[in-house]
């Protein structure tokens, strides 16, 4: 199922299913944590991302191809860095390039498969992972380079956390509908030009992977987002580079998750 946050005619936040460009019916939450269906359409508003996460985990260089084109090895286990809560907005909003990403301005992007904790995971086993999986959805880790590089003291997470840099959607697809991960395709368009484009068969680490890896001896409360890293493409590593603008357009896509569009400001 699709199941979607969004703000309706009334400006009251509702869960719900597509049913059309600007409708949606609406749901609402069952006892063992799953969704039915009310019968009631909902006029939408605005779309909301579609979890308010208490975490967001990321992992660095999850694809072969893209650590090449950065000139690092691939890692023996992940590598972990983590966004701001705060950071996660939602499909068709604006990407606000911030003042102080210092001069010059190197915003980019990056498509990635967000997976979405249904459950408490604590030292979850590789082959019971994805049963704590509530769904996925499709994320951009939008990333000030100048920041996650040199500005942010060397760590990561200042370059990936200012607001807005953490665009989720358009809605979450239930885990039932996805059973294998690995087997998704994933693009991103800047402008209309493909700029990315993968599989998450190469991914270095797979999804169960990741789950058992993140929850050894630490609690993954329900509603984490854990994205699951870029292939190669990103703007950074092109010849020459190339960065968000003010008046871009990204589309993004991962395999029949739906395509998550933002505009950059």
Known sequence: ???????????NVRLGTPAGPDAAEELRLTENGGYERTGRMVTLKKYLPPVEPPAVFCIGLNYRDHAGETGMAPPEYPIVFMKNPASVTGHLEHIVLPSSCRDPLQADYEVELAVIIGKAARNVGRDEALSYVKGYTVANDVSARIWQKKAGGGQWVRGKSFDTFCPLGPYLV??????????????????GTVMQNSHTSRMIFSVAELISYLSEDTTLLPDTVILTGTPEGVGFARKPPVFLQPG????????????????VV
Do not use: F, Y
Request: aromatic share 0%; net charge negative.
């Open 1 to 11: 199922m699709r199941v979607m946050r969004c703000l309706d005619s009334e400006g």
């Open 174 to 191: 239930t885990a039932d509908e996805v059973p294998d991960p690995g087997n998704l395709e994933l693009a991103l368009t800047l402008n």
């Open 248 to 263: 871009d357009h990204l589309e993004l896509t991962v395999g029949h998750l739906g395509t998550l569009e933002n505009r």
